[in-house]
């Protein structure tokens, strides 16, 4: 496509429920980059994606929380039992290549955890 | 670890006045250095980039010149408009991150521009 695609943009949940992002990166960008942004904060790095590559999963702040990504297409982000802590926007973001350095970004799903 | 450090905001500026945005960063290696804006409502956007010491990157009338000897890459222009509003974030990739393209950001400083 011609941006980097997420969905949904805006999810509501209850705490302890699970729930799922979604990110459709550009046609061709093989890396993918998934990031928090809490309220009034920088972008924390959770994970990211190089084709076939065993994914970087460094960021990522519990084991509630996982990634996947099938092939060099969609990727989702799945947080289990959420909590209030979880309440960000996430955003996603691919580029051409992991050296190419060029984010580009989707305009990210915001989660709200009650 | 490498790390970006930006100057707090809010920055609350009249339409025509010059601005700074203060950044450090600290990395081993040479990291390539980073300008992203966050227009509301909108998704992150690169503004410019700089990938050695002593370039110069330039977007849209900002400037921010890759300065090693003192690890800094202050974003400027002379004259701001009310546009400019927003929220803009200084990263660096690389510098023993790996080349993987992974980017570290700073905590993000916000433009309010005053007609």
């Known amino acids: 496509g011609a941006g980097v695609s997420q969905s949904p943009s805006n999810k509501v949940t209850e705490k302890g429920k699970d729930v799922e992002l979604r990110c459709d990166p550009i046609?061709?960008?093989?890396?993918l980059y998934w990031y928090r942004q809490r309220l009034g904060q920088g972008l924390e790095f959770l994970i990211y994606?190089?084709?076939?590559?065993?994914?970087?999963k460094s960021g990522l702040p519990s084991d509630r929380f996982s990634a996947e990504r099938t092939g060099e297409s969609v990727s989702t982000l799945t947080i289990q039992r959420t909590q209030q802590e979880d309440s960000a926007v996430y955003l996603c973001?691919?580029?051409?290549?992991?050296?190419?350095?060029?984010?580009?970004f989707g305009a990210g799903s915001r989660l709200t955890v009650l | 670890g490498n790390s970006v450090t930006q100057m707090e905001g809010p920055v609350t500026l009249s339409e025509e006045a010059f601005l700074t945005i203060n950044c450090t960063y600290t990395?081993?290696?040479?990291?390539?250095l980073f300008w992203y804006v966050q227009y509301p409502g909108e998704g992150l956007q690169l503004l410019l980039k700089?990938?050695?010491?002593?370039d110069k990157g330039s977007n849209k009338g900002f400037e921010a010149t890759y300065r090693k000897e003192t690890t800094s890459f202050h974003l400027e222009k002379g004259s701001v408009q009310v546009s400019d509003s927003a929220v803009y974030f200084c990263?660096?990739?690389?510098?023993?991150?790996?080349?993987?393209?992974?980017?570290?950001f700073g905590q993000g400083t916000t433009l309010q521009v005053k007609p």
């Open positions: 973001a691919s580029s051409r290549n992991s050296g190419a350095n060029v984010l580009t």
């Open positions: 046609s061709g960008h093989t890396a």
């Open positions: 994606f190089q084709g076939n590559s065993a994914p970087d």
């Open positions: 990395a081993t290696g040479y990291p390539s």
């Open positions: 700089a990938t050695k010491a002593d």
């Open positions: 990263a660096l990739s690389g510098g023993g991150s790996g080349n993987t393209g992974k980017l570290i």
